[in-house]
């Protein structure tokens, strides 16, 4: 039956793409999805009060993604970290993820910030906050990710206080972490990142610590959405320094690599594409990039559309998209950020998705969508 949205009919799909199930953890490539966390859509709160998680459903979403071979990454940006779930709330889900992963053997790495640091703080704040949070993840018995500090941006007066920094956090690490480059189309408040605006002179602070400390460095995440100067960090890396891609614009690219070199991945969206991308690294653990690029090149449309600016609100159709495949009940966000996407702009992300055939259902997704015009857009 023919949907009418707001750029016009559309008759959704009646089957969704045939994918193989699930299995063993992707060969070729390490993986991880970051993840989002699922709202308790009655709790009675106030916008200024700590985020309801529904722990069961976001639980099960990640076992979703282990299920399918992926790794977790965990307490990261795309689980609204500084936008909605507070320093208190992260440490939970930290703490359930990698219990819920040992259980299951699943792989994850967790993000380590300083979002307990509410307002100005000094380094040496900064470096404890950091310790804590290290400490936390750590003990969990997950990797660590050594996330970008908004709050170490707003102290430092220079690389060499990232250097500084940096460098005793390493040395502190027990194992090998991957250190996070979020650029400021993610977080405007990280502009300046490693002391510069001037990303050549970022990028040079960035490598200068990373062969430092390589036997403490497994890898670094780079979010920038820019493939070449991505493609430009990789190759200047110390042997054994792996490059995971931030970039949800460049991703099919970048992870089939060329004769030099490929990026593995660490990708908000491969939350909605999960079994699809799996899929894709499975068939490029076979040595067809071919068949991997015929996959995951149809996928760059949707998740353009789903980071476009203001890209720091790409969460709310990843949870859009969740909510439409069926993986849970509901289209509330912590920090009701389910408002922060237009019902066109959502209504176009169902569009591009169902042509893929994401949906395990496409029916519940196209009845969910004809709800959610309803409440929001009425009748015409």
Same mark, same amino acid.
């Not at 159709?317 to 439409?324: E, I, N, S």
């Given at each position: ?271 909605? $594409?999960?079994? !699809? /991308?799996? =899929? ?6 076979? *040595?067809?990039? #071919?068949?991997? &690029?015929? %996959? ?24 859009? $998209?969740?909510? !439409? /495949?069926? =993986? ?6 912590? *920090?009701?950020? #389910?408002?922060? &996407?237009? %019902? ?27 709800? !959610? ?8």
């Amino acid at each position: 039956m023919t949907i009418l949205l707001p750029q016009g009919p559309y008759e959704p799909r009646t089957e969704p793409l045939a994918l193989p199930p699930g299995g063993a953890r992707l060969a070729s490539r390490t993986v991880f999805s970051a993840a989002h966390v699922v709202a308790d859509p009655f709790a009675d709160i106030s916008p200024d009060e700590p985020a309801a998680v529904d722990w069961d459903a976001t639980l099960a979403f990640r076992r979703h993604l282990w299920s399918h071979g992926l790794g977790v990454a965990e307490a990261m940006d795309t689980a609204q970290r500084g936008m909605g779930l507070d320093w208190a709330g992260a440490a939970e889900l930290i703490r359930r993820s990698a219990a819920e992963a040992k259980a299951v053997g699943g792989a994850i790495a967790c993000g380590v910030g300083t979002d307990q640091l509410t307002g100005p703080a000094t380094l040496a704040e900064v470096r404890a906050a950091y310790e804590e949070q290290l400490a936390l993840v750590e003990g969990s018995g997950a990797q660590a990710i050594l996330m970008a500090s908004r709050a170490l941006a707003a102290a430092a007066r220079g690389p060499e206080d990232y250097a500084e920094l940096y460098a005793h956090l390493l040395r502190q690490a027990s194992e090998p972490v991957v250190l996070h480059w979020l650029g400021p189309m993610f977080d405007p408040a990280l502009e300046g990142y490693w002391g510069s605006s001037d990303l050549d002179v970022a990028t040079d602070t960035f490598l200068k610590i990373i062969a430092e400390h390589p036997d403490k460095v497994d890898g670094i995440k780079i979010s920038l959405l820019d493939a070449a100067r991505e493609i430009d960090v990789r190759r200047r890396l110390p042997s054994g320094v792996r490059c995971y891609t931030g970039d949800d614009f460049n991703y099919p690219e970048l992870i089939a690599g060329d004769d030099r070199g490929f990026s593995h991945a660490l990708l908000g969206i491969f939350d909605p $594409l999960g079994p !699809l /991308a799996a =899929h894709a690294v499975r068939v490029l653990d076979t *040595g067809d990039v #071919q068949g991997f &690029r015929d %996959l995951l090149d149809p996928t760059v449309e949707l998740s353009r559309h789903l980071f476009r600016t203001p890209t720091r609100f790409y969460k709310t159709g990843v949870v859009f $998209l969740a909510w !439409l /495949a069926g =993986h849970q009940d509901h289209f509330t966000m912590v *920090g009701g950020l #389910q408002s922060a &996407r237009s %019902l066109p702009h959502l209504a176009k992300a169902y569009e591009l998705a169902d042509r893929l055939g994401l949906f395990p259902d496409p029916e519940l997704a196209a009845s969910r969508m004809r709800a !959610l015009l309803t409440v929001q857009g009425g009748t015409r």
